[in-house]
């Protein structure tokens, strides 16, 4: 049990720049659309209005931050040490992971906050772990150990459940998931 409740806190650790990136882009979200309101060949927005340059610059600034305090957590607590390339491709490939699933939703067809199960919650995971696997496997193979992803592949679905149920009651989000 003790070994269980471990890996959850190293998983929780490690994706902790990710994590925040997400919610915080619904937080500082609005104004200018990444995709400038284009439409791609099928008619349809590249993006949609739902991913903008304030989501996007403050949901990874707000990542890179708590991943800095997390660098300079004393040792002795510290679950895992981040690099400052690391903690940039957590947080942006979050949000770029994100992107990435709208411009494939609005290819299917999916309007603009439309829900996808499993998409909608992995896609940002998804984003993250790619940016970091490229630009230092190593530091991922050796922090993101199988049983580390398999548990935030289990984990993440429920915590965006909630931190969504959460912002739809405090009204930042039009959808609860
Ligand atoms: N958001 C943003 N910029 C981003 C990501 C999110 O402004 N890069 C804000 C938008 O206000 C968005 C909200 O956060 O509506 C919720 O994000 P998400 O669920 O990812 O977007 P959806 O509106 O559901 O759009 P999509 O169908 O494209 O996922
Ligand atoms: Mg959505």
């Given at each position: 049990m003790p070994e269980i409740f471990a890996i959850l806190i190293?998983?929780?650790?490690?994706?902790?720049?990710?994590?925040?990136a997400n919610p915080t882009a619904v937080v500082?979200?609005?104004?200018?659309?990444?995709?400038?309101?284009?439409?791609?060949?099928?008619?349809r927005r590249i993006l949609g209005d739902g991913k903008t340059f304030r989501g996007l610059i403050g949901g990874t600034t707000?990542?890179?931050?708590?991943?800095?305090?997390?660098?300079?957590?004393?040792?002795?607590?510290?679950?895992?040490s981040f690099t400052l390339t690391t903690i940039?491709?957590?947080?942006?490939?979050?949000?770029?992971g994100d992107m990435v699933k709208s411009f494939f939703k609005r290819r299917a067809?999916?309007?603009?906050?439309?829900?996808?199960?499993?998409?909608?919650?992995?896609?940002?995971?998804?984003?993250a772990?790619?940016?970091?696997?490229?630009?230092?496997?190593?530091w991922f193979s050796e922090n993101f150990t199988f049983r580390i992803i398999i548990t935030v592949l289990?984990?993440?679905?429920i915590l965006h459940r909630l931190t969504n149920i959460i912002g739809f009651y405090i009204k930042l989000k039009?959808?609860?998931?």
């Open positions: 190293t998983a929780v650790w490690l994706m902790l720049p990710a994590y925040i500082f979200g609005g104004g200018t659309p990444v995709d400038f309101g284009k439409k791609w060949r099928d008619g707000c990542g890179i931050i708590v991943g800095l305090i997390q660098m300079n957590v004393p040792s002795q607590w510290s679950l895992g940039i491709t957590l947080s942006f490939g979050a949000l770029l067809g999916f309007e603009r906050g439309a829900e996808l199960p499993v998409i909608d919650q992995l896609d940002f995971v998804a984003g772990w790619v940016l970091t696997y490229i630009f230092d496997p190593q289990i984990l993440t679905p039009k959808e609860p998931w």
